[in-house]
């Protein structure tokens, strides 16, 4: 059994920047991929980013490339979310989630685990 607890939202206005974070429990946290992803008022919820076990390999959605970076520390169990020049769109609950292997994924049918989710609101 895998937990992850996110933190680091918050509201911020356009163009701010914010870091979240996602503690995970567990003594493998290396053995396995994370992503994190956003659901924003009446959507669904949409992939964000990941990153293999390694750290070696990352993926961002379009909408995020260049403005946002994942990465994560494995020594501390905790991947991190780094959100800079953050526009209205960006605005939602994000969740943080575990894969069973060690690669990237976008689709979340291939996490298994989910954090509980963080709100981010950015005002213009």
């Known amino acids: 059994q895998v937990q992850l607890v996110e933190s680091g939202g918050g509201l911020v206005q356009a163009g701010d920047s914010l870091r979240l974070s996602c503690a995970a429990s567990g003594r493998t946290f290396s053995n396995y991929g994370m992503g994190w992803f956003r659901q924003a008022p009446g959507k669904e919820r949409e992939f964000v980013a990941s990153?293999?076990?390694?750290?070696?390999?990352?993926y961002y959605a379009t909408s995020v490339k260049g403005r946002f970076t994942i990465s994560r520390d494995n020594a501390k169990n905790t991947v991190y979310l780094q959100m800079n020049s953050l526009k209205p769109e960006d605005t939602g609950v994000y969740y943080c989630?575990?894969?069973?292997?060690?690669?990237?994924?976008?689709?979340?049918?291939?996490?298994?685990?989910w954090g509980q989710g963080t709100q981010v609101t950015v005002s213009s």
């Open positions: 990153i293999s076990g390694s750290g070696s390999t990352t």
């Open positions: 989630a575990k894969r069973p292997g060690l690669g990237i994924a976008n689709s979340q049918s291939l996490y298994d685990y």
